[in-house]
Every structure is written in structure tokens, then in C-alpha cells.
């Protein structure tokens, strides 16, 4: 049965109270990875029951939209920019109609149907329909028809982010993260409102699929909020590939010569846009056949009901909630990656579920308590790929902390050489001088994701860098990396800290 034919209907018989209203022990507004995760976890292995509204498709931003087509997207140009920076193998060619297939495979074809028999073979309902608050646990879903959902434990909030447009793009219907990821005609001319990640990735596979894009940045470099090292080797490699990198640019005015009442999604929206640009030289002006505004996204928490609660937006991203309404994922205000969310999803949902078996059976089913500070990793996966976790020097200081950073080429160890015959790229270590452990790490160059678990490892579980020395890295593999970065630090640093 295609997903979208299952309808409320079909969860009311054994849920159902004399008034009309299914009751389960937690209610999930949304889902996506987040909601999927929450509700799993709160309900394994018990008699515990859950319920998903959500009113798109399941499986979420990122499963159609984000993550999962823009990695499709990008990872055969990874391998085609490798395969060109081999001696004695052939450049590969990016075939356009095959790339976007390979995205269609990934997103299967945007049919949830695959993602709807999970949840239900997990023992979680499915209600499609827009979910909102209406009073204490009480949650009203308006789809094919209208039904009230009730939870005897926990409401949770999993409702993603959306894009925030600027102001002066909002009167010209620009693209946004759906369409460029979404893409189905290659505009001649894209423009690029942001430098974040959404944007430096977009860049690299809409130029790969032909467009010429124009980067217009606000700030003086792009990836700002990552080591400055990120941002200028991944403009560097933009521009080799021939994307126009334009920093300190403002967009103060854009207009547009027709805009498509309904704009279908990954085609342009409209006719030729014009912008006005404003940077150290005045003003000027900019045009492009589309527009992507790629200038971050914000808690989706609209029309949810929280004034039927007497709660504001303020109140849920800022955890004042009463105990039986809970958010988590994007909506909270927290980082908006998919794996973070699905982290706090698996910590919210065991605790509900110790909390509700404690309650109804006296079983004791303790939740480990996570640790005092758990690192945010992030993988962008440009070419070169920049991967993070933890704080940045510059973040380290600010707070205050006392560090010592060791820095090497990405290219210094003979695994991470090997990788092409011109690697760029940097790897940093930023240390805590007292303590000797890792406070944060970034690596740029070819295939840096893969190194990152380890330095997450390494934050989460406070191993002094001494003993980091005793794990010994394969040879020649690209984790030798970590040996050339323990070396640039201080000798003393290769024995245990004074007491």
C-alpha cells in the first residue's frame, strides 16, 4: 500500500477512548530521523506505546532534502576529483542524468512507504496529518480527517527548522536547501546567498553539474564558524573549480522578472534576478538565472499551539516547559545536524522509558548519565572535506581556557599523502594545557571525516594525550596524522601532568 493512503483511521481500534480520542504513552509531533528515534527508544522492549504525526513525508528534511541527497550528489564528484589527482588513472566524467538518478535512488523517488513500514514494524503508529497542541498532553491532527491524540507520559517536539529567507530575497521566490538539493533543471547562472555549510556543498555539485556560481558572502570568509584554516582552503578549491567567491558582499535589494505562482521544486522560479550588492567598493549589481538563499534555518515551532498552553517560542528552545512536554532535534535551538538530534532523541527516549516503567511496573531501568560536556562533530563534505568536533582555539580562549594547538598538513603523514599526489589541507589539535586532554579538532583534506570519531572519542572519554601516544596508527593509513599532531606538541606533554 503506498504510504500516503494510510490515513488516521487506521490507528484508532486499539487505541481508542470512548470519546474519539487515541491514547498512547508518548506522542511525537514530527518525523523525521529525530521523532523516529525518540519514539523507538522510548517504547523497546516494553508494552509502552507510541504514535508519529507527521503531516510531509517520514523520514524528514533530511532523509529527502538534506543529508541524503546532497552526500548522493556529492560523493561520485569526490571520487571523479580523486581519480583526477592520481597519476595513471583516467579522469572520470560527471554524467548530469546519472547523478541525479543516483539522488532519486537515495531519496526514493520522495515515497515515504519504506520509512512508514520501519516505524510500524518498530511498533510505532503513524498519523499523518498536522499535529498541534491543544491543551495538557492533548494533541489535535488535522488531515484526512480531524482526531485527537492523547499521552499518558510525554509529548515531544520534533518538528525540524526552516530556512530563513533575508528580507530583501523574500519578494523573488528564491530556492531554498529543498530545491538545490531537489535539483531538476541546471540553471546557466546560479547565485549563492550564504557561506555556511548548506551553501560552500551546494556550490560544489551545482558547478559540477554546470552552473556557474557566484558566491555572495556577508562575512570575510566563508565557514566562519569553523578553524580559519575550513574556510580558506574550501574557497580555494570553490575557485579551482571555478566558482566565483565574492566576501564582505551584503545582498541589500533583489528583484526578479516573474515569479511562478506555484514554483516547482529544483527548477528555476521564475525569470532573471538582479542583485544589489553592497561591499568595501559601494554598490553593484549581480545576476543569475536562480537565486539559493542559504542563510540558516530556525526552530520550526509555527502553529503548533504552545499559546494554548500560555508558552512562546522563548519558552521551548529555552527549556522552560512543564515535565510532560519535552523538545528536541532542530526545534530545540540546538545544532541543527541530524546526528545530534538523533543523539538527544536516544538520551530523551531511554529516559522516558525508564521514567514510564519505573512508574507503572517499579522496574528499575537506570539511564547512564551522559557526560558534563558532550562535543558537537560536524563533517562538511566539500573537496577538501573539513571535519570538526569540540571547541576552536578561538572558542577555547574565549572561554577562558588555558591551550596549547598543534598543527601539521594534512599531507604530512605518508597515509594522508598517499590519498593524491597533491593533498591540501590542515589538521589541528586544540589542547587543554592543565588538564593535557583534547578540547577540540579539525581536520581538512581529502576524506577527513573518517578521522573524526577518534577525536570525539577522545573528547568524550578525557584521554590525556600521553596516553593517546600508546594508540598505535596503522602505517602507512591516514590516522598516522595523529602521531605527526602529538609530536608538534610539547615534550612535556608526552608524560603525565604533574599532580
Known amino acids: 500500500m503506498n504510504a500516503d493512503t494510510r490515513d488516521l483511521d487506521q490507528t484508532t481500534d486499539e487505541h481508542s477512548e470512548p470519546d474519539g480520542t487515541d491514547t498512547y504513552d508518548v506522542v511525537v509531533i514530527g518525523g523525521g530521523p529525530v521523532g523516529e528515534n525518540v519514539a523507538q527508544y522510548a517504547i523497546e522492549g516494553t508494552d509502552l506505546t507510541a504514535v508519529i504525526v507527521e503531516q510531509e513525508l517520514v523520514g524528514g528534511e533530511c532523509s529527502y532534502y538534506a543529508c541524503m541527497p546532497s552526500k548522493a550528489l556529492l560523493r561520485p564528484l569526490a571520487v571523479a576529483d ?4 592520481l597519476e595513471g588513472i583516467s579522469t572520470s566524467q560527471v554524467e548530469v542524468e546519472g547523478l541525479l538518478a543516483r539522488r532519486d535512488t537515495w531519496v526514493s523517488d520522495y515515497d515515504d512507504a519504506g520509512q512508514v513500514d520501519w516505524a510500524e514494524g518498530a511498533g510505532i503508529d503513524v498519523v499523518r496529518g498536522r499535529g498541534r497542541l491543544v491543551g495538557e498532553r492533548e494533541v489535535e491532527v488535522t488531515g484526512p480527517s480531524v482526531r485527537r491524540l492523547r499521552a499518558r507520559r510525554a509529548v515531544v517536539l520534533a518538528t525540524g527548522s526552516d530556512p530563513q529567507v533575508p528580507g530583501p530575497l523574500r519578494e523573488i521566490a528564491p530556492w531554498g536547501s529543498r530545491d538545490v538539493t531537489g535539483v531538476q533543471e541546471v540553471p546557466e547562472r546560479l547565485l549563492i546567498v550564504g557561506g555556511g555549510v548548506v551553501a560552500v556543498e551546494a556550490a560544489t555539485w551545482m558547478a559540477a553539474l554546470g552552473s556557474r556560481v557566484t558566491m555572495l558572502v556577508r562575512g570575510d570568509s566563508l565557514l566562519s564558524g569553523f578553524e580559519p584554516c575550513a574556510g580558506r582552503h574550501v574557497a580555494e578549491a570553490l575557485e579551482k573549480a571555478g566558482v566565483e567567491v565574492q566576501l564582505g558582499a551584503s545582498t541589500v535589494e533583489a528583484t526578479r522578472t516573474g515569479t511562478h505562482e506555484h514554483p516547482p521544486l529544483g527548477r528555476p522560479h521564475g525569470g532573471e534576478i538582479t542583485v544589489v ?34 508558552l512562546s517560542a522563548d519558552d521551548v528552545t529555552g527549556g522552560d516547559l512543564p515535565g510532560w512536554l519535552h523538545v528536541v532535534g532542530d526545534a530545540s535551538g540546538e545544532a541543527p545536524l541530524t546526528h545530534w538530534g538523533k543523539y538527544r532523541a536516544r538520551e530523551l527516549g531511554a529516559r522516558l522509558r525508564s521514567e514510564a516503567l519505573a512508574a507503572t511496573t517499579g522496574e528499575d531501568a537506570p539511564v547512564d548519565a551522559a557526560p558534563p560536556e558532550v562535543p558537537v562533530p560536524q563533517v562538511v563534505f566539500t573537496d577538501p572535506q573539513v571535519a570538526s568536533v569540540g ?16 598543527e601539521v598538513p594534512f599531507g604530512s603523514a605518508a597515509g594522508s599523502a598517499l590519498l593524491r ?53 596503522s602505517y602507512p593509513a591516514v590516522s598516522e596524522l595523529w602521531l605527526r599532531l602529538l609530536e608538534e606538541l610539547p615534550r612535556e606533554f608526552r608524560t603525565a601532568p604533574p599532580l
Open 391 to 406: 571547541l576552536t582555539e578561538q572558542e577555547a580562549r574565549e572561554k577562558g581556557r588555558d591551550v596549547t594547538v598543534a
Open 421 to 473: 599526489d597533491d593533498v591540501v589541507g590542515t589538521a589541528k589539535l586544540v589542547v587543554d594545557a592543565d588538564s593535557r586532554t583534547l578540547l577540540g579538532a579539525t581536520f581538512v583534506g581529502p576524506d577527513a571525516g573518517e578521522q573524526l570519531h577518534a577525536a570525539t572519542i577522545a573528547i568524550v572519554g578525557q584521554v590525556p594525550v600521553h596516553v593517546l601516544r600508546h594508540a598505535v596508527p
Open 82 to 85: 580523486a581519480s583526477a589527482h
Open 277 to 310: 550588492v553592497e561591499d568595501s567598493d559601494g554598490r553593484r549589481e549581480v545576476r543569475g538565472d536562480e537565486l539559493l538563499a542559504a542563510t540558516g534555518r530556525a526552530p520550526r515551532l509555527e502553529g503548533l499551539g504552545l499559546d494554548a498552553l500560555g
